[in-house]
């Protein structure tokens, strides 16, 4: 059992949970989690990171598990008054919620890093463990449709997903370079293991490893590197993950997501429901632990915590 330093790599939703669940099982000195900016953009004059805000709610222990964005008991009178104005409606910014854009979007324009205002924001929110962008240099993802190249929220939000996706691009990749406290987690001595959490592999993960750098660092690691699927039954949770690997042409299975990240991973954990996908991903040489994925709250999230990190021989 190795007792050093985690990174987890995380997208929004169900990154979200798995990086609270391992902030629940690990001391504060023991976790970085390095969070997707690829869906960050600019709405109302106002700086969004939805995935920063999933995974600082979310370890705040005030998201909201319903609607899987945002805060619980969210209301939303200013963005009633907003469309009252004429002001564009269709990205929605909840009352609570808007309390961390305008606070994230002044200390930004004041000259403070995204990662510096991040530190402050998730402190202030009683976060003990460091959450960081996977970088400071703006990176935004945007996909090709029959339209053209689209800005993600346009699609995600605006479209609902629906458009057909052909490719996926990171805008400021090349060029962006991992935050101090990603590439600080990337050399660390001590660093025990990498986890991928279950966010979406084309979407949420793959923008963290367009970061300068970050792909081949993670090649050269000799620490287990273990990815959570987010498929459970062969499917996605949430989001538009099936419909773009069927779109991408590509299997809807863990399969996918194996090839997806090749070399990268040394183990991936796949749902219980999905046990017959074992064999064939062992035979390509991956370690499968067998688990259930499903974190409906706090008290899966540290369950599933501790099997990722019991499967790397991680204490807890
Ligand atoms: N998702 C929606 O489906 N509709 C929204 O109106 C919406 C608003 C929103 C505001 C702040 C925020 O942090 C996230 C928000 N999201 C919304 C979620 C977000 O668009 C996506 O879930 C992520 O980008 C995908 O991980």
């Not at 970085?32 to 109302?44: I, P, Q, R």
């Not at 919620?97 to 890093?113: F, I, K, Q």
């Not at 709250?297 to 990722?308: F, T």
Request: proline content about 5%; aromatic content about 6%.
């Amino acid at each position: 059992m190795s007792s050093g330093h985690v990174l987890a790599l995380s997208g929004g939703v169900g990154g979200a949970k798995l990086a609270a669940g391992l902030a629940a099982v690990l001391p504060p000195e023991r976790l970085t989690v390095v969070v997707n900016t690829g869906d960050d953009f600019e709405h109302l004059g106002l700086t969004i990171c939805p995935d920063i805000d999933s995974v600082t709610y979310t370890m705040a222990g005030l998201n909201d598990r319903q609607r899987g964005w945002g805060v619980a008991g969210e209301t939303w009178q200013a963005m009633a008054a907003l469309k009252a104005l004429g002001e564009a409606d269709w990205f929605n910014l909840g009352d609570r919620d808007l309390g961390m854009h305008v606070a994230r979007s002044w200390r930004l324009r004041a000259g403070e890093s995204l990662s510096d205002v991040t530190v402050r924001l998730t402190q202030s929110l009683g976060i003990a463990h460091k959450v960081a962008p996977m970088s400071d240099d703006p990176v935004r993802t945007q996909v090709q449709t029959a339209k053209g190249w689209q800005d993600f929220q346009q699609w995600f939000v605006g479209e609902q997903c629906a458009p057909s996706v052909s490719a996926i691009r990171f805008a400021g990749t090349p060029g962006a370079r991992p935050s101090t406290a990603f590439a600080e987690a990337l050399a660390r001595p001590d660093l025990s293991a990498v986890v991928f959490c279950p966010s979406n592999p084309f979407l949420s993960v793959d923008p963290i490893l367009a970061v300068d750098g970050v792909r081949g660092a993670l090649a050269g690691l000799t620490v287990p590197r273990i990815a959570i699927s987010p498929l459970i039954g062969g499917k996605a949770l949430k989001g538009p993950l099936s419909k773009l690997l069927a779109e991408l042409g590509q299997e809807g299975s863990n399969h996918a997501i194996a090839a997806h990240y090749g070399t990268l991973l040394d183990t991936l954990v796949i749902d219980r429901s999905d046990g017959d996908d074992a064999m064939h991903l062992q035979a390509g040489g991956l370690a499968v632990t067998l688990a259930n994925t499903l974190m409906r709250g706090p008290d899966d999230q540290s369950r599933l915590a501790r099997e990722v990190l019991a499967a790397v021989g991680v204490e807890y």
